[in-house]
T-cell receptor, first 108, second 115 residues
Framework: EDQVTQSPEALRLQEGESSSLNCSYT??????LFWYRQDPGKGPEFLFT???AGEEKEKERLKATLTKKESFLHITAPKPEDSATYLC?????????FGTGTRLTVIP | GAVVSQHPSRVICKSGTSVKIECRSL??????MFWYRQFPKQSLMLMAT?????????EQGVEKDKFLINHASLTLSTLTVTSAHPEDSSFYIC???????????FGPGTRLTVT
């Protein structure tokens, strides 16, 4: 059964304090692992797709990496506007399957 | 690119009435659209998958007679919540997939409140 576990559930960082969010997954035949950002009361905003172990992608202060068992979303020198819930999702033989997300709060 | 819209963004209805939510892909043709619901502080739960011109596929536990889905064109899917009850109050989000890279693009969501 496809499974996605994200940790931590919540993370508070000081502005400029870098950290990483974890997404551990179990899926039959990974076709893609996705990171989304979701602000309260809004739909998820697409960030990255990773397809194979060893792949990395970057966008501004965010960098996503992928191994055969997990993905990390690294946040470098975060700003308050990076505060959001970050969702990880995988797709294998079935549809997109989401983790429960990490609620990130960046304090000025 | 890859913009998905939803209408309405918020709706309040009385118990027993029906509500229709529209999902449109604005700048691409969506061969497949998905409907999710999300409860506060929880993740997205897939309700159904709809392919243009065919019947929707519902996830286990989702009542197909209560949540009617129509995917009439490559840019429009609708979700109708029939005979709504307070427990149907939730955040409904659609997404669209244009094919190829498995990436889904999400709409802004619709907050449904049933009184």
């Amino acid at each position: 059964e496809d499974q996605v576990t994200q940790s931590p559930e919540a993370l508070r960082l000081q502005e400029g304090e870098s950290s990483s969010l974890n997404c551990s997954y179990t899926v039959s035949g990974l076709r893609g692992l996705f990171w989304y950002r979701q602000d309260p009361g809004k739909g998820p905003e697409f960030l990255f797709t990773l397809y194979s172990a060893g792949e990395e992608k970057e966008k501004e202060r965010l960098k996503a990496t992928l191994t055969k068992k997990e993905s990390f979303l690294h946040i470098t020198a975060p700003k308050p506007e990076d505060s959001a819930t970050y969702l990880c999702a995988v797709t294998g033989a079935n549809n997109l399957f989401f983790g429960t997300g990490t609620r990130l709060t960046v304090i000025p | 690119g890859a913009v998905v819209s939803q209408h309405p963004s918020r709706v309040i209805c009385k118990s027993g009435t029906s509500v229709k939510i529209e999902c449109r892909s604005l700048d691409f043709q969506a061969t497949t659209m998905f409907w999710y619901r999300q409860f506060p502080k929880q993740s997205l739960m897939l309700m159904a998958t709809s392919n243009e011109g065919s019947k929707a596929t519902y996830e286990q536990g989702v009542e197909k007679d209560k949540f009617l889905i129509n995917h009439a064109s490559l840019t429009l899917s609708t979700l109708t919540v029939t005979s709504a009850h307070p427990e149907d109050s939730s955040f409904y989000i659609c997404s669209a997939w244009g094919g190829g890279n498995y990436e889904q693009y999400f709409g802004p969501g619709t907050r449904l409140t049933v009184t």
